[in-house]
């Protein structure tokens, strides 16, 4: 069965520090791994997306994500937190469908 | 380039009334996706197209639920009738192909009182 989730409902950190927005996937086949961002009354943006090339994958905005195999996990970064990054990021999951977690919610306090 | 177009962006209606949603995916995108997302909870996929042809609509309740893709480029999805359930916002979102990721539009927000 194909099923994401992000371990994280909310996660709260200071303008400047570092953001790690966690997700572990499951699917029996190789999927493709994406992070969305949503603000406030918006459409999802692709932040990023893993497609079985490199492991680390660079997005908009100073994201990155690191796909890890052995631990089913595609865990978003970024070295330094901005008032604006604060939003819903979802990741996401697609073999034969695609699979959304329940997102988390990242709060940025000056 | 205009991005994934959806109309209305909101809506309010009363129970048991119809509704419906329209949809204008980017150009020369095959994929065309609606979601439904509920307060607080990730977007759900109701159906999916690949060009004309829906080849995932698992998740459509389709005793109540309808969409079409006319031509494989617009699309439209109907509610009738529409209960206090429905209330959430309706996503389209179109892609070159599943495993590209999807660009969305700003969504409908249905209100059904």
């Known amino acids: 069965a194909q099923s994401v989730t992000q371990l994280d409902s909310h996660v709260s950190v200071s303008e400047g520090t570092p953001v790690l927005l966690r997700c572990n996937y499951s699917s029996s086949y190789s999927p493709s791994l994406f992070w969305y961002v949503q603000h406030p009354n918006k459409g999802l943006q692709l932040l990023l997306k893993?497609?079985?090339?490199?492991?680390l994958v660079k997005g908009i905005n100073g994201f990155e994500a690191e796909f890890k195999k052995s631990e089913t996990s595609f865990h978003l970064t970024k070295p330094s937190a901005h008032m604006s990054d604060a939003a819903e990021y979802f990741c996401?999951?697609?073999?034969?469908?695609?699979?959304f977690g329940a997102g988390t919610r990242l709060f940025v306090k000056a | 380039e205009a991005g994934v177009v959806q109309s209305p962006r909101y809506k309010i209606i009363e129970k048991k009334q119809p509704v419906a949603f329209w949809c204008n995916p980017i150009s020369g995108h095959n994929t065309l996706y609606w979601y439904r997302q509920n307060l607080g909870q990730g977007p759900e996929l109701l159906i999916r197209y690949e060009n004309e042809e829906a080849v995932d609509d698992s998740q459509l309740p389709k005793d109540r639920f309808s969409a079409e893709r006319l031509k494989g480029v617009d699309s439209t999805l109907k509610i009738q009738p529409a209960e206090l359930g429905d209330s959430a916002v309706y996503l389209c979102?179109?892609?070159?192909?599943?495993?590209?990721?999807?660009?969305f539009g700003q969504g409908t927000r249905l209100t059904v009182v």
């Open positions: 996401a999951s697609s073999s034969f469908k695609t699979i």
């Open positions: 979102a179109s892609s070159l192909e599943v495993r590209t990721g999807a660009f």
């Open positions: 893993y497609t079985s090339a490199a492991t």
